[in-house]
């Protein structure tokens, strides 16, 4: 059974870059029907998909973030990254990340990890 | 983007009440629909895909309906597990896929 679970330091300074990881156990990375995502809940706002990319390095990301945002993998140690720059308190979140499927069409993000809460502050 | 929006925010019922939540889309989505289950502390859990497809392994009692713009998620016989905030998610035609603000369920 696939696991997903993200590290990363929880305090950033404003203006600086947040730096998450994925580390996915259970399954390989390198299945190439997945794609692995990252997902941000701000304090009592909803759910906001920041992008995905593929084992062999496509990427999509959410417009409104592309311009900040970096995700890329490292298949030998089965773990993707998030890197996301010139950060703001509007940047405080929980961030997950999960796995992306492409079903028929449809597409849905499971499993999920915990999420770990990254605070943007001086 | 398509915007989400679930109704209600939050409601509080009672061990085997049938509870309905409802997911408008702001544009119609066919049935590019789906719910999660996000417990407390724990990662959110896919329930339903495609609208009313249950995800193995999911209790009965969850059921999905609607299709283009409107969504309900329905919990048959409500049991003190099912404590939990609840999202729908698009992903019609091209990303950003977006998510409902949540739905957060309380047994009383």
């Known amino acids: 059974q696939v696991q997903l679970q993200e590290s990363g330091p929880g305090l950033v300074k404003p203006s600086q870059t947040l730096s998450l990881t994925c580390t996915v156990s259970?399954?390989?990375?390198?299945?190439?029907?997945?794609?692995w995502s990252w997902i941000r809940q701000p304090p009592g706002k909803g759910l906001e998909w920041i992008g995905h990319?593929?084992?062999?390095?496509?990427?999509y990301y959410n417009p409104s973030l592309k311009s900040r945002v970096t995700i890329s993998v490292d298949t030998s140690k089965n773990q993707f990254s998030l890197s996301l720059s010139s950060v703001t308190a509007a940047d405080t979140a929980v961030y997950y990340c999960?796995?992306?499927?492409?079903?028929?069409?449809?597409?849905?993000?499971?499993?999920w990890g915990q999420g770990t809460l990254v605070t943007i502050s001086s | 983007d398509i915007q989400m929006t679930q109704a209600p925010s939050s409601l509080s019922a009672s061990v085997g009440d049938r509870v309905t939540i409802t997911c408008r889309a702001s544009?119609?989505?066919?049935?590019?629909l789906y719910w999660y289950q996000e417990k407390r502390g724990k990662a959110p859990n896919l329930l339903i895909y495609?609208?009313?497809r249950l995800q193995s392994g999911v209790p009965s009692r969850f059921s999905g309906s609607g299709s283009g713009t409107e969504f309900t998620l329905t919990i048959s016989s409500l049991q003190p597990e099912d404590s939990a905030t609840y999202y729908c998610?698009?992903?019609?035609?091209?990303?950003?896929?977006?998510f409902g603000q949540g739905t957060k369920l309380e047994i009383k």
């Open positions: 999960a796995r992306w499927r492409d079903y028929g069409g449809y597409n849905w993000f499971d499993p």
């Open positions: 990319i593929h084992y062999r390095g496509s990427t």
């Open positions: 544009q119609t989505i066919s049935n590019y």
């Open positions: 998610q698009q992903s019609y035609s091209t990303p950003p896929y977006t």
């Open positions: 495609a609208a009313s």
């Open positions: 259970g399954g390989s990375i390198s299945s190439g029907e997945f794609f």
